[in-house]
């Protein structure tokens, strides 16, 4: 077990260098000059000059890679031109708030979706099953961002329950989050219906019926956890679905996440802070789907790691 | 008609600002109508600002915050008058070189210490050294040669030029004003969040990414004439910052914010809410404007200019484009633009015409070709209008009335930086731009061939010099404004540009901020959307 996370944290490298030249590639294509950019429209060419030797953009393609590189593995991603602050620290100090949606998002998710999937499913209930067959339809084709304005209007200009401009409260935190699992809950209400109608079929519950065991013991015993591999999958999926989600929702409702930091750096043309924001991105959806891959042993003992 | 539609448009005005003052409401008891200190006034705004430090700044976000922690010499009344503020008196020399300020000896920074005339003169002259690439303050002492302080209270400004637009730049406090030299130089970086000033607010709170927390400066003791002269009323003022402007019309409707610009298309939706007022001012400068590139064919031929002048449905444009919130503009500045010769709006003789303007055209050696497109020596009139994505609409609405002319145009959409680097580099023949600015010296930097950094029409006509520098140093008042007329003549006799239209702003300000906040002439016209806060006070929610 051990060797396996030690070497799948191995395996973590290449990709993380792929991210790298991937997102230094792209920005190299971009038009413009970050110097220009950094200083505005009336600083003189001097001065424009001299903030492209001190940031070594006159320098190799290959130089600048390595120090970038280098930088980036001591934890330095540059410094934002917006706010003059390291990137990297910027960053860390939004992600709780980010980190708070999309945890609170994902538990909606996880427990809303697969609620729903078993229960459509084993209640055998053609209605109930068609109903939740149209609302994961609605949760899937209903973009956030819609979704998001729609329901201010409803819960918090209508019917005036939450505040419709945001706050750091636990309340305040209920509306998006129930926005953003929509989506990823309706995706996995119905990977949870696919997969358990898969293993009801299986010969092994049959054979257990046949044994005479009870209901809920198949239930609970054979299907469900003979069910959860595909669905742990899709949650690890869908984290990537959460954060890009971050990015809409944040600005909707005037959160001050990583989403929110996105979307101003873009607009204010923050290269560095873009960068590292993508940079970061890449490295949390590796380790989310490092944790999955690890729980799928404890889900099913026959997986095992060599 | 366009008479009457100005008319009816500052009868509107005039309208709104009588409703701007308290109006007794029935169900309140009358001790409503006496200011009464505290409250939180909440402000949306959908940008945060870059930093606070005022000579570092360049956006109107961080203007907005700066202007109520500082102040600078003079300010505006609500009349639209220069009145004295950080500056008891000043004087200007004869050849307008020199301009001293006395300063008021009561002013104290939030934190007790006094205001010297050494921390202007220091905090001006950091703004005027090009090191510093100051954005905004940069520019508005671009003419001042040196700041010096006489003694504690006299700072005297020397200038390169007589400068006549100087009088608005000082009464920007959100770009210049004074700060302590010891607390900037302490820590350079750390004062542009924890900045300190002479205003009327101190920061308390700033959280990034979601608010700016201010709070009222008990050290501000004193105000301008036309006020009660004293601290604020309002405690605290918290300006949010929310990016998406969906989430601001509904944080009004909600009752959440209390003070918000918002689009033409809401203003019924807000009004009728029945908690708002929902103010209105046309915005100042030239935007949006067409930049012909007078260097290169075929916008060097006066002729065509003309035509491309008369051959806009300016009417039909603002109704499309703009859902109706614009007044046309004829000339290269708006009425509510200081200084303008606002008479000369609709008096320089381009109505659309699109008979004269195909006459013009043939004049100029253009006959119809194939499907109706112009050609001059067997080429046919083909151009690629630049814009920015802001002015998409506007820009398609002109690609259509110019097919009418017989000139076929491709739209041709860029970022807003890369527009600026084109246009400042010549090579475009024809595009969509638009300029904000409080005064007129906005021509200077448009149409004098040396001094222009916006001179994207390429002009080198030293008359156009001529009279541009006319405004700039001409300081009786009267010799100015005739100087302004025969600016403003000349620039559209060469048809230089195609103004287009002026933008009418918006700003809902709830019914709880009691006491004359708005004023027509000042409040928008900077394009800054700052309310008269100094008389205001707040009933409670």
């Not at chain 1, 609170?104 to 729903?116: K, P």
């Not at chain 2, 505006?76 to 009145?83: A, F, I, R, S, T």
Request: aromatic share 10%; glycine share 8%; charged share 20%.
């Amino acid at each position: 077990m051990i060797k396996y996370v030690f070497i799948r944290l191995l395996t973590i490298i290449p990709v993380l260098f792929g991210v790298m030249v991937f997102t230094f590639v792209i920005f190299q294509f971009l038009p413009g000059d970050p110097a220009a950019d950094m200083l505005g429209p009336l600083a003189t060419p001097e001065k424009i000059a001299e903030v492209r030797a001190e940031l070594g953009l006159d320098d190799p393609l290959w130089v600048q890679f390595g120090s970038f590189l280098t930088n980036a593995m001591r934890g330095d991603l540059g410094t934002s031109f917006r706010g003059q602050r390291p990137v990297l620290q910027e960053i860390l100090s939004r992600f709780p708030e980010t980190l708070k949606l999309t945890f609170s998002g994902m538990t909606i998710a996880v427990f809303g979706g697969v609620g729903a999937g078993i229960i459509a499913t084993v209640s055998k209930n053609k209605w109930l099953e068609r109903f939740m067959l149209v609302f994961t339809l609605g949760g899937l084709s209903i973009p956030s961002f819609w979704l998001a304005i729609i329901s201010i209007l409803i819960f918090s200009v209508g019917l005036n329950w939450f505040s419709a401009t945001g706050g750091d409260g636990w309340k305040d935190l209920i509306l998006p989050s129930f926005v953003i699992a929509a989506g990823p809950a309706a995706v996995l209400a119905r990977t949870t219906r696919t997969s358990l109608l898969q293993v009801t079929r299986a010969e092994y519950v049959r054979t257990a019926r046949a044994k005479g065991a009870s209901e809920r013991r198949v239930l609970l015993k054979h299907i469900l956890s003979n069910a959860m591999i595909p669905i742990v999958t899709v949650i690890g999926l869908q984290i990537a679905d959460l954060m890009t989600g971050a990015v809409f929702i944040e600005s909707v409702f005037a959160r001050s996440g990583v989403g929110r930091l996105a979307i101003t750096a873009v607009f204010s043309r923050d290269y560095p802070m873009i960068r590292g924001i993508v940079i970061f991105g890449a490295f949390v959806y590796i380790f989310v789907n490092l944790f999955i891959d690890l729980l799928y042993g404890v889900l099913d003992p026959r997986i095992r790691y060599e | 008609m366009k008479r009457l539609k100005i008319f009816m448009l500052v009868l509107i005005l005039a309208m709104l600002s009588a409703c701007a003052s308290p109006a007794p409401v029935e169900t309140e008891a009358p001790a409503s109508n006496t200011p009464q200190v505290g409250g939180t006034l909440v402000v949306a705004w959908p940008q945060e600002p870059r930093t606070l430090d005022p000579a570092l700044n360049g956006d109107n976000a961080g203007e907005f915050v700066s202007n109520l922690i500082g102040a600078n010499l003079a300010t505006y009344d609500p009349e639209g008058n220069l009145v004295p503020y950080l500056a008891e008196s000043w004087t200007i020399s004869e050849d307008g070189m020199v301009w001293e300020f006395k300063l008021r000896k009561d002013i104290k920074y939030s934190d007790g210490t006094p205001v010297t005339a050494h921390d202007f003169a220091w905090e001006y002259k950091r703004a005027m050294n090009p090191e510093t690439a100051s954005p905004a303050a940069g520019t508005m002492l671009a003419f001042t040669a040196d700041a010096e302080a006489v003694d504690d209270n006299t700072l005297k400004l020397t200038f390169a030029v007589p400068f006549y637009g100087f009088g608005t730049a000082i009464t920007n406090g959100g770009y210049l004003q004074p700060v302590p030299q010891a607390a900037v130089e302490a820590n350079p970086e750390a004062f542009g969040k924890s900045p300190i000033g002479a205003g009327p607010y101190v920061l308390k709170e700033w959280v990034t990414g979601e608010k700016i927390v201010l709070e009222r400066n008990p050290n501000f003791t004193w105000d301008a004439a036309f006020t009660h002269g004293g601290p604020y009323y309002i405690q605290n003022i918290e300006v949010r910052y929310i990016p998406e402007y969906t989430t601001i019309v509904a944080g009004l409707e909600a009752g959440e914010i209390d003070y918000a610009v918002i689009q033409a298309k809401d203003v019924q939706r807000i009004k009728d809410t029945g908690k708002f007022q929902v103010y209105e001012s046309i915005q100042a400068g030239v935007s949006p404007y067409i930049s012909l590139n007078t260097s290169v064919a075929p916008f060097d031929d006066l002729k065509v200019r003309q035509a491309f002048n008369h051959a806009v449905d300016k009417e039909t444009l603002i109704k499309v484009a703009a859902l109706g919130a614009g007044v046309i503009q004829d000339g290269p500045c708006s009425s509510t633009q200081f200084g303008c010769w606002s008479a000369t709006q609709e008096d320089f003789g381009y109505g659309f015409d699109l008979e004269k303007a195909k006459q013009l055209m043939q004049e100029a050696g253009y006959t119809a070709g194939a499907n109706g497109i112009l050609e001059k020596d067997g080429a046919p009139l083909k151009l690629t209008l630049l814009t920015d994505a802001v002015r998409v609409k506007v820009a398609e609405v002109l690609q259509k009335q110019y097919q009418a002319l017989g000139v076929e145009i491709e739209i041709q959409t860029v970022e807003g930086s890369i527009m600026f680097d084109t246009l400042r580099s010549g090579d475009y023949q024809i595009a969509l731009n638009g300029v904000t600015y409080p005064t007129t010296d906005l021509e200077m930097a448009m149409f004098h061939s040396e001094f222009g950094a916006y001179n994207f029409g390429f002009y080198t006509d030293s008359a156009l010099d001529d009279l541009v520098m006319g405004i700039i140093v001409t300081m009786d008042p009267a010799a100015n404004a005739e100087a302004q007329q025969a600016l403003e003549q000349h620039i559209m006799e060469q048809a230089y540009i195609v103004p287009l239209y002026s933008p009418v702003q918006y700003i809902a300000v709830s019914n709880r901020v009691k006491g004359s906040v708005f004023s027509e002439k000042v409040s928008l016209a900077a394009g800054l959307t700052q309310l008269y806060l100094n008389d205001a006070w707040l009933e409670e929610k």
